[in-house]
């Protein structure tokens, strides 16, 4: 599920061509937003790709209906949130328990919850001076950035970065990387939770 440009749903379907995901295929791809670029990545692939946007339903209900029946619909394994920025509700997160996973570009618990999307994550990060930050992929529950952590990967600031450059090298070191891997090691059957943490066989 994606909003943007979709440069981790790409980094997905390269790790598809290249075999490192080789039990995994992409079987639908929903965004939010109709002129989200991955829209484009993902009907390059072939693969069926559908906008579902927000204002066109009355409550998050009905919403998280929508999006849920168009999922069931496929029989997904697995529902990725790679930069999908549209609130989901508590019907779609029961509907898929501990099926959901999301990246977050920051190390969670720092500069993550409600409003930290875009860039705010990284403009926070150098606000407040870390010399350390990343990315986070982790399994969505009710809250906003609250699950079970799955995989998390650092990256160091440069005194010169700027939002961008962060969010660029974060992306780049971080985000490409371990949001396959997270996926790769969930297929392999290797990921449990117990009591909120994650342990991987
Ligand atoms: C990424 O920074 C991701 O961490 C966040 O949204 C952004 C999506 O970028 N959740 P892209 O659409 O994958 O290029």
């Known amino acids: 599920m994606v909003s943007g440009g979709g440069t981790n749903l790409q980094a997905i379907f390269d790790k598809i061509e290249s075999g490192y995901l080789s039990n995994c295929r992409i079987v639908t791809v929903v ?18 790709a559908i906008c579902i946007p927000r204002k066109d339903y009355d ?5 998280d209906k929508a999006l849920t029946n168009h999922l069931k619909s496929y029989d997904v394994d697995l529902v990725v949130l790679a930069g999908f920025m549209s609130i989901l509700g508590e019907e779609f997160i029961t509907a ?5 996973i999301n990246i977050h570009p920051s190390l969670i618990p720092s500069f993550c919850g409600k409003g930290y999307y875009g860039l705010k994550p990284h ?5 407040y001076g870390v010399k350390v930050t990343g990315a986070t992929v982790h399994f969505v529950d009710k809250g906003t950035d609250t699950g079970p952590i799955i995989l998390q990967k650092p ?3 440069n005194q010169d970065d700027t939002p961008e450059t962060l969010q660029k090298r ?14 790769k090691l969930i297929s392999e059957n290797r990921v ?10």
């Open 31 to 48: 965004s939010s937003n109709e002129k989200a670029y991955a829209l484009k990545r993902a009907r390059k692939h072939n693969i069926p």
């Open 96 to 100: 898929f328990e501990n099926k959901i």
């Open 123 to 127: 403009i926070a990060a150098l606000e």
């Open 155 to 157: 990256v160091y600031v």
């Open 192 to 201: 449990k939770i117990a009591d909120r943490k994650v342990y991987i066989d």
């Open 59 to 63: 409550s998050v209900i009905d919403y």
């Open 170 to 183: 974060v992306m780049e070191e971080a985000e490409w990387e371990i949001l396959p891997k997270a996926i």
